[in-house]
């Protein structure tokens, strides 16, 4: 008997003035009891939706679902309202993703946890269901239980929360555990901790496991079969091992091509021995950014915040500095400080020997050009009512010494560089793509023809194949205009297949810096021990 | 069971991004037009337009003018209500008279349409320049601008309108035109909600990164006002001018009820009301035209703004899409 | 909370000192004349200068404003040509009509406001909150689709409207009711409460309405949140859902909007009262704008003042309180 089967899944949303959004279709899958499976694949691949229509919840949302959805025993596509109830979180619980917004944060976590509980074991009472709440809130390793059960869920940090929805999940015995990245919020060290959690928990109650996730790496470590979507099909499915060592599908090779590893060294350059750029040369280059003791504090008095607390970091010319750092550890606020969107509160801050860190709006103008920066978020880094080539063309307007023909050749030039069409000029952000949008965000980072840009976490936004294309274009763009790049982002991988040298930053401190070979091969402080030990691999 | 689940709605869609400028307008248009409650409201409105400016014209055709007294028309003996059936209709009449002065009572609700209209048109118009003016100075500015453009916002907020308006109205100057005065006083009395909404507004743009990225251009602080922010205010502002609008002729209409708004012989719908609530006995048709045209008018202007708004609220369509794509990874 | 509340107190403060320089900035050194309207119409010009030393009108508008401020903190004592008037603390001046002070003139009008204001307070937060509730609950059906409409008609009917019309209904054709008269509590609380009803529901029904489309619009959006899809997918039923999971959030922006619209709850309570002839404190602005009363004017700009930035404190506080995720700074 199969724990979760699934035959003929076809899930599809209306849309407004179009035909109906098909985003899972003829999906069939099965799971057996304790079996984890990992559903894998990029944004659109409907991973979430099918895992969503294991609990039925698309129901009454105005979606179609087609084909039928068994949970151990359960007819959950035909199910009533109150054996669908039953269902949910009796026999499959579900885990969110994000963990702050997917409590209540009106009332203190044991209640919620108490609540659910009492809707399946109708005859417990109150204190009963209370006790339970503790229980399980110390068995996912929340300190202090009896006493955290009364707090909200603001009061708890990030993991904490996860780990409270976890204990929820559990709180009932389900036998199944539908987790939808349950990670992706998190930072890599927390996500380690969590992964484990839910590995000793399978291997203790027996329960079940359907494992969303967009991270190979995630899926590797933690389930045994792989369901790779891709468009809300079905791309290729079998033992994890199997399909990640000999995947049968191109797709399955691209992505598992795209996935930066960060046990692999940076590719050297094709042309890298030739170019005066290639790493071993540019530590000799002339410093263009050369910051010391670099502060930034937030709000006065008792309440400050030290954001950036004594950084002190040298650029070059044709070099990448990577930073890697998790959540909170000032990395991108000491981005925005090197390209002064923020004015440093201490430390100096020159710009090939000049000081800029106290210069103001005005005077910075002679330098704004030279100094440029790509950010995270493609959606709201350009201005969705401007057209991208006015977006591009803005800091060459700004300029205002070029004639209106030539600045429209040089975004037209810009684009192409960037891999776009050259006619884009007239479209509006919306009709591109994540990764697309990146690109533009990259050409108008360009289009002053700066010395320096600080990307900002620029990839994190992108799945993994578009991640991969924009680092090499990154890449091939610092070459080939010998810019100085300073890279920040969380994931350790990335970082590594761009850098030359690394920086690794935590509650606002540098920890450790060197060349990145060095820093990923032989990390002499622990911090960065740890962070790299967590970084889950796939091979 | 609900309708309100959210599950990850239009996967697919995940890639468009926030609402888009150039289809924008159409799309508001488009679903505007799928209301059929706005057109009706929007047909009635642009009837009372017509009828207001044509209110000359309109008596002329009748022949009557909205100040002249038919001491003729109206029994002195029962105390001034108008003789004949109906508040006195006839073919001079069309809607009969004032009891008490006998005046023309179909050209006195036209005339009001005018005073109504144009001082509920003014009075919005007053409080967007100031309340977009405030806001954006307060959010552009620094941090002393910022709390003093703040508090003072804040206090206009919690002004009471009708109090302050009415106690202002005691000292202005007498040979102001009142439609004038009535415009300038709650026009420069309630801009507070609208510079809260603009400063709000202003700021959460002003996070965003594309604002980051023009201060990078070397942008100076007005171009980037003009450029990145007054576009992405442009909906919110006009949503809540809707809605402001409807609510600035019942103050209009307020003050005339209360005596201290447009004084006689300039007729106004609150002024008529308010003398006819001595009269609603006596002659309820005296009540019941003004009170209707006032409700009508109001309630189309409601209605209309309503949709207004539901038609540009960007969580109607942009909340899931924006909410999922921000987030690290981005799952289906 | 305490040093919390004294700090918004100590600012309230500063609130009304800024409003009583604008007060009187604007109305004293507006033009017009309030000696000559005082005196009447038959003055000569001598008459005229007496009434104007009089009432003090004479001297500069600074100690004018001086003798405001030290009335409201110590008292004051006031010439009335045939001898000197003193007006205890809090003192706001004396009437130019006719000599009584400004601080009774308002506490003797206020019982009739607050019984009107609490009656109707109680009923819209009532029907408000319920119809709003109710729409929600039955949402996607007839119901909702009415209660939308009369809500929506509801907002764009002043109280005038709806006070003409609940008169005509009750006291002309059903005759139901008496046409009300105001009949302190403390006389006869059951004809209090009778004469009451009438300008309670007027006031109410134009409030309640805003109220159901906020709780409403309030309640749908929590209810889109991500933590209500938690419960739904532990199968915790629809009506838990709203009541113990969607309810308290929703229900913080409807305390923030009882204060936010203290003032224009004030200013329709006016339109009630003088609807229904009620002698409350609207009645008194009215006429003293009327006769340009200018301390009665200023009086009740700023108690109106007072009374609007006291009610946004208490709704902040209420708000912390509802919702523990803001912190009281």
């Not at chain 3, 209810?223 to 913080?252: K, N, P, Q």
Request: charged share 20%.
């Amino acid at each position: 008997m199969t724990l979760v089967s699934v035959e003929g899944l076809s899930v599809s949303f209306p849309s407004a003035g179009g035909p109906p959004v098909r985003a899972v279709e003829d999906l069939s899958f099965a799971l057996a009891p304790g079996g984890a499976l990992g559903i894998v694949g990029e944004s659109g691949s409907g991973k979430s939706t099918a895992a969503y229509a294991l609990l039925g919840l698309h129901r009454g949302t105005g979606a179609r679902v087609a084909g039928t959805v068994r949970v151990a025993g359960h007819d959950v596509t035909a199910a009533d309202e109150a054996e669908l109830r039953t269902v949910r979180g009796g026999v499959a619980a579900m885990v969110f993703q994000d963990p702050l917004s997917s409590l209540d944060p009106y009332q203190a976590v044991g209640d919620q946890i108490a609540e659910v509980y009492r809707v399946h074991h109708r005859g417990a009472s109150r204190r009963a269901a209370r006790e339970r709440a503790v229980e399980v809130l110390d068995r996912v390793g929340i300190p202090d239980a009896a006493r955290r059960a009364r707090s909200r869920p603001h009061e708890f940090s990030g993991g904490q929360r996860q780990r409270a929805l976890i204990a929820m999940a559990v709180a009932c015995e389900p036998r199944l555990l539908v987790a939808d990245e349950p990670t992706t919020a998190l930072d890599v060290t927390v996500q380690a901790q969590i992964l484990g959690l839910l590995r000793e928990l399978r291997e203790e109650t027996g329960m079940g496991l359907v494992l969303v996730t967009h991270d190979l790496g995630v899926a590797a470590g933690n389930v045994d079969e792989l369901l790779v979507m891709r468009g809300g099909r079905a791309v290729e499915s079998g033992p994890v091992r199997e399909v990640l060592r000999a995947p049968r599908e191109p797709y399955t090779r691209d992505l598992l091509a795209a996935v930066p590893r960060v046990e692999v060294r940076r590719e050297p350059s094709p042309s890298s021995s030739s170019l005066p750029s290639s790493p071993s040369v540019s530590a000799e280059g002339p410093a263009l950014i050369e910051a010391t003791g670099l502060r930034q504090e937030f709000g006065r008095g008792r309440r400050s915040v030290t954001a950036v607390d004594g950084v002190s970091l040298t650029l070059r010319a044709g070099e990448t500095v990577g930073v890697v750092g998790e959540s909170g550890s000032g990395k991108t606020t000491l981005g925005r400080m090197l390209v002064r969107l923020l004015r440093p509160s201490g430390g100096e801050l020159r710009y090939r020997g000049r000081e800029i860190g106290t210069l103001g709006e005005r005077e910075l103008r002679s330098f704004r050009s030279e100094l440029q920066m790509v950010f995270q978020d493609p959606v709201s880094s350009l201005n969705p009512r401007r057209s991208v080539g006015e977006s591009i063309a803005d800091p060459l307007r700004a300029a205002g010494r070029t004639s209106e023909k030539e600045i429209v050749a040089r975004v037209r030039d810009l684009l192409e560089r960037v891999g776009l069409d050259p006619d884009a000029y007239h479209r509006y952000p919306h009709e591109f793509s994540g990764g697309q949008r990146q690109r533009v965000g990259i050409a108008r980072a360009l289009a002053p023809s700066p010395k320096v840009v600080v990307c900002d976490e620029p990839v994190s936004a992108l799945d993994v194949t578009t991640q991969a294309q924009v680092v090499a274009l990154l890449g091939e763009l610092q070459r080939e205009l010998g810019l100085a790049l300073v890279f920040i982002a969380h994931d350790l991988a990335v970082v590594r297949q761009v850098s030359d040298r690394v920086v690794v930053m935590r509650g606002g401190r540098v920890l450790e810096h060197g060349p990145a070979d060095a820093v990923y091969e032989r990390p002499e402080h622990p911090y960065t021990r740890g962070l790299l030990e967590a970084v889950p691999r796939v091979g | 069971m609900t309708s309100l689940l959210t599950a990850p709605a239009r996967p697919a869609g995940a890639e468009a991004g926030a609402a888009a400028p150039a289809s924008a307008a159409r799309r508001v248009l488009r679903r505007l037009r799928a209301r059929k409650a706005a057109l009706a409201a929007a047909a009635v409105l642009a009837l009372l337009v017509l009828l207001a400016l044509a209110a000359p014209l309109l008596a002329a055709l009748e022949g009557q003018d909205p100040t002249t007294y038919h001491d003729g028309l109206v029994d002195s003996a029962r105390g001034g209500v108008p003789v004949g059936p109906f508040g006195g209709i006839d073919a001079e009449h069309w809607l009969g008279v004032e009891p008490g002065t006998g005046r023309d009572l179909f050209v006195r609700l036209l005339y009001g349409a005018r005073v109504s209209l144009a001082v509920a048109a003014g009075a919005t118009l007053v409080q967007v320049v100031v309340g977009v003016a405030v806001g954006l100075a307060a959010a552009l500015g620094n941090r002393l601008a910022d709390s003093v453009l703040s508090h003072l916002t804040d206090v206009m907020v919690a002004l009471p309108l009708l109090v302050f308006a009415i106690a202002v109205t005691a000292v202005a100057p007498a040979d102001l035109p009142r439609p004038l005065l009535l415009v300038v006083v709650i026009g420069l009395i309630a801009w507070g909600a609208m510079a809260r909404l603009v400063r709000a507004q202003a700021l959460s743009l002003l996070k965003l990164d594309y604002v980051s990225a023009a201060r990078l251009t070397g942008a100076s602080t007005w171009r980037i006002a003009r450029r990145e922010l007054l576009p992405g205010l442009a909906a919110p502002v006009i949503t809540y001018a809707a809605v402001m609008l409807p609510q600035n002729m019942l103050n209009e209409a307020s003050m005339s009820f209360l005596g201290v708004g447009i004084k006689p012989p300039t007729p106004s719908w609150g002024q008529m009301l308010s003398s006819a609530t001595t009269w609603f006995r006596a002659d309820p048709l005296y009540v019941v035209l003004p009170a209707l045209m006032l409700f009508v008018t109001t309630f189309a202007f409601t209605v209309l703004g309503d949709t207004v708004r539901a038609a540009l609220d960007p969580r109607e369509e942009s909340r899931l899409r924006v909410g999922r794509e921000r987030r690290k990874g981005g799952s289906s | 909370m305490i040093p919390y509340v004294a700090r918004r107190l100590l600012g309230v403060v500063a609130v009304l000192l800024v409003l009583s320089v604008v007060v009187y900035a604007t109305f004293y050194l507006a033009p017009g004349d309030p000696a000559r309207l005082a005196c009447g119409p038959k003055c000569d010009p001598e008459q005229v200068r007496q009434v104007r030393a009089q009432l003090g009108l004479d001297e500069p508008v600074y100690v004018q404003y001086w003798h405001f401020l030290t009335g409201v903190v110590t008292g004051h004592d006031y010439s009335t040509g045939t001898g000197v008037r003193h007006c205890d603390a809090p003192c706001l001046g004396l009437s130019f009509q006719n000599d009584q002070s400004v601080t009774g003139l308002i506490a003797q009008r206020l019982p009739a406001t607050a019984s009107l204001a609490a009656g109707a307070m109680v009923l819209w937060l009532v029907i408000g909150i319920g119809s709003g509730l109710l729409s929600v609950l039955r949402r996607g059906g007839a119901t909702e689709r009415v209660l939308t409409w009369i809500t929506l008609a509801g907002t764009a009917t002043p109280v005038f409207i709806s006070g003409i019309g609940l008169l005509m209904l009750f006291c002309a054709y059903l005759e139901w009711l008496p046409f009300p008269t105001y009949v302190p509590l403390t006389d006869d609380p059951e004809q209090w409460a009778w004469n009451l009803l009438l300008p309670c529901l007027a006031l109410a029904l134009l409030e309640s309405a805003k109220y159901a489309r906020l709780t409403r619009s309030s309640l749908l959006e929590t209810l889109a949140e991500d933590h209500v899809r938690t419960f739904r997918a532990y199968g915790v039923g629809e009506r838990a859902i709203v009541g113990r999971h969607a309810l308290r959030g929703a229900l913080a922006p409807v305390i923030a909007l009882t204060a936010a619209d203290f003032g224009s709850m004030f200013g329709n309570a006016m339109l009630t009262e003088t609807m229904f002839g009620l002698p409350g404190v609207g009645q008194l602005l009215v006429h003293a704008t009327q006769t340009i009363d200018l301390p009665v004017v200023v009086g009740l700009v700023m108690v109106t003042g007072a009374a609007v930035a006291i009610a946004n404190i208490v709704a902040d506080v209420l708000y912390a309180v509802a919702d523990r995720r803001v912190a009281l700074r």
